[in-house]
């Protein structure tokens, strides 16, 4: 079978890859949207699904549910490390805005995830439970660190292990981006290098012993893709059944965010070599029906496990039965950004189309209910409710948040698009009206580190005036270019 690279063309970032068996599974960053901890499955290093969330909520903070009036945008869940040991499957990540480190384990990838005490706070993360029974760290950014952990990854060890593998005194970002392994009674560590001026590299750092020297430097600095500026880097190797080794990293791709790349990897004389990434990839694999990444659904009738959340949901403000989904407001904010209960799904290149029917009969006054594309640069069409009737605007947020085109609505119930275009990072806006008719130009979309995420399609509700306003969503579909 072939396929295309990137082989996921949607954001998935810093992943880490394993393989049990004859499946594989990539978990990757999900910052502040919720469930998290995503978990993905394939039988053929090409195609993905959805495996599992690691965790529903976290729990923290205010910020987390956003009741702090800011969120955690670009925080959250960042770069975990998936491994399989002793017949679990473990997964260690970090979060910046609680500046703490997580563990969960489980017997099957699917769950349920069990959460374990961990101390201290570890920089991108990775695990290595080491032949002879001891556990190790390796984490940092510019100075990559190992550390020895207790048996149980509770804490470092006292007396264990705790030094600087590798230093980097080069301008900008440096070395991060760690993922550690032995093999062949050798130990590696993967990671990004990144200096000033330079294109983000994939680089590799070999060693006999963790006392020892490790020794290395870049074994991938391309572009791809016509992205002169964005080098792939960052992810894991994986060796295939038959005995192939791949390594799984990450591209920038402008507003659709990171997504996945494979790349055929080779060892001479106990050093990967990795000739370049392919613009596509042919592999024999098992020949599975995987589940699609974005769907379509009636949303009267439960959700499906893609969607997620932007930041824990407000369960009590969400009713869903045979007349749909039920949004309904407790405050009253600015911007979609605050607004809590924003239900997503990631975007998907080259280009998307999602529509959704809005029923606006349980707005308030200033109440704002649609479609959005949500990012830093966020935008949105929506129908409002005014003090005579009916609107639909167009609002979006460039140097400032405003609407950008309105018009009179007869109705309390309207259709909506949003039509993204990957190749210029725009989305447009529609209603139906017989035809669809767009409502303001075209919006510039821009991967920004504000949320660190790339844009995502947004069912939501909000109050500007009045809390406790509702809108009703049906017939969401979902259609990839």
Not at 79 to 98: E, K, P, Q, W
Not at 271 to 283: A, N, Q, S
Not at 299 to 324: A, F, K, S, T, Y
Not at 358 to 374: E, F, I, Y
Request: charge should be negative; aromatic fraction near 12%; glycine fraction near 12%.
């Amino acid at each position: 079978m072939q396929k295309n690279n990137p082989i996921v063309f949607a954001d998935y970032p810093d992943l880490d890859i394993i393989r049990v068996d004859n499946t594989y599974y990539m978990c990757t960053t999900t910052m502040h949207v919720f469930p998290g901890g995503e978990i993905l499955r394939s039988f053929d290093l090409l195609n993905w699904e959805h495996c599992a969330y690691v965790y529903d909520v976290l729990g923290e903070h205010p910020g987390q549910r956003l009741d702090d009036g800011k969120g955690i945008y670009g925080q959250g869940m960042w770069a975990g490390s998936l491994r399989h040991h002793g017949g679990l499957f473990h997964l260690v990540f970090m979060c910046n805005d609680t500046h703490s480190a997580y563990y969960y384990t489980a017997e099957k990838a699917e769950g349920p995830w069990t959460r374990h005490p961990m101390a201290g706070f570890y920089h991108d993360p990775s695990i290595l439970f080491d032949d002879d029974g001891r556990v190790y760290i390796a984490y940092g950014g510019r100075d990559i660190r190992i550390t020895e952990l207790e048996s149980d990854l509770s804490a470092p060890k006292k007396g264990g292990l705790d030094r600087i593998v590798i230093h980097d005194d080069c301008e900008g970002l440096g070395w991060e981006g760690t993922h550690l392994y032995k093999l062949n009674g050798k130990y590696y560590i993967f990671g990004i290098h990144w200096p000033k001026g330079g294109l983000r590299a994939e680089g590799c750092h070999v060693a006999d012993s963790l006392e020892g020297e490790f020794k290395g430097g870049e074994i991938l600095c391309q572009p791809f893709h016509g992205r002169e500026k964005d080098g792939p880097a960052q992810g894991g190797i994986v060796q295939t059944p038959e005995g192939d080794w791949y390594l799984m990293i990450f591209q920038d791709h402008g507003a659709i965010g990171r997504v996945p790349v494979l790349c055929p990897m080779r060892w001479e004389n106990d050093f990967p070599v990795v000739d370049g990434v392919p613009e596509t990839l042919t592999r024999e694999g098992q020949m599975a029906a995987y589940k699609p990444l974005v769907v379509s659904e009636s949303l009267r009738d439960g959700l499906n496990e893609v969607w997620q959340w932007n930041h824990e949901p407000h369960w009590e403000l969400i009713h869903q039965d045979e007349n749909g989904l039920r949004l309904t407001t407790d405050r009253v904010v600015k911007t979609v950004e605050t607004a809590v209960n924003t239900l997503t799904q990631r975007t998907f290149g080259p280009r998307c189309t999602v529509e959704v029917t809005v029923d606006g009969t349980g707005l308030n006054p200033g109440d704002h209910a649609g479609l959005c594309a949500l990012q830093g640069l966020h935008g949105e069409i929506g129908l409002t409710r005014t003090e005579d009737g009916y609107r639909l605007s167009m609002i979006s947020k460039e140097e400032s948040v405003a609407e950008r085109a309105g018009i009179a609505w007869p109705c309390a119930q309207v259709r909506l698009r949003a039509s993204f275009d990957f190749a210029d990072d725009t989305v447009r806006f529609f209603y139906q009206d017989g035809e669809w008719q767009p409502l303001g130009g075209k919006h510039q979309l821009k991967y920004r580190l504000d949320h660190f995420m790339g844009v995502r399609a947004g069912l939501f509700c909000y109050s500007m005036a009045q809390a406790g306003g509702s809108a009703v969503f049906t017939d969401f579909t979902y259609r990839m270019e």
